[in-house]
């Protein structure tokens, strides 16, 4: 019996690059990745719309409440400038409210499409409906709200 010595095959050179394999492996990471980041890229307009919404919704609340507990009228403008309240008190109308109530612009290029509305809070905390547009972007979104003051959010046409 002849014995060998040593393995039967010896490459010549050792392989250089990458095998198909591992290049098609690199290239689903990238195109998983690049695919996440452009969802959330595009889906930011609406992200932005849904945080003045909730915003929006905290001042109806607040305002619902403080029309109830103190017993008086307020009235909720919108507007391209922002959103501003004013509280009927002594006869007269006030619009130099404080804290969550203050008069405040929109938010993060969130703009106001429609003509400005005004919403009137009864002194019960009950709300006249109204159903206006905001902008983000190229993104519009139709907002409505109902005599609770709940606020819905629908993508515009």
Avoid: C
């Avoid at 452009?38 to 307009?45: A, C, E, G």
């Avoid at 002194?123 to 005599?147: E, K, M, P, W």
């Amino acid at each position: 019996m002849v014995k060998r010595e040593g393995p039967v095959w010896q490459p010549i050179s050792r392989p250089r690059g990458f095998s198909l394999i591992e290049v098609l492996v690199v290239l689903a990471i990238i195109s998983i990745t690049l695919a996440g980041i452009s969802v959330s890229f595009f889906q930011s307009d609406g992200r932005k719309i849904d945080e003045q919404v909730s915003q929006l919704s905290e001042v109806f609340q607040t305002v619902s409440d403080r029309a109830s507990l103190l017993n008086r009228l307020h009235r909720i403008h919108l507007s391209a400038r922002g959103i501003q309240v004013d509280e009927f008190f002594r006869g007269q109308w006030r619009d130099n409210l404080s804290g969550p109530l203050q008069s405040r612009p929109w938010r993060d290029g969130v703009s106001f499409v429609d003509p400005p509305i005004t919403l009137v809070v009864e002194s019960t905390g009950l709300f006249s409906s109204a159903a206006f547009r905001l902008q983000y972007g190229q993104q519009q979104s139709r907002v409505s709200t109902n005599a609770f003051g709940e606020v819905y959010v629908a993508a515009a046409p």
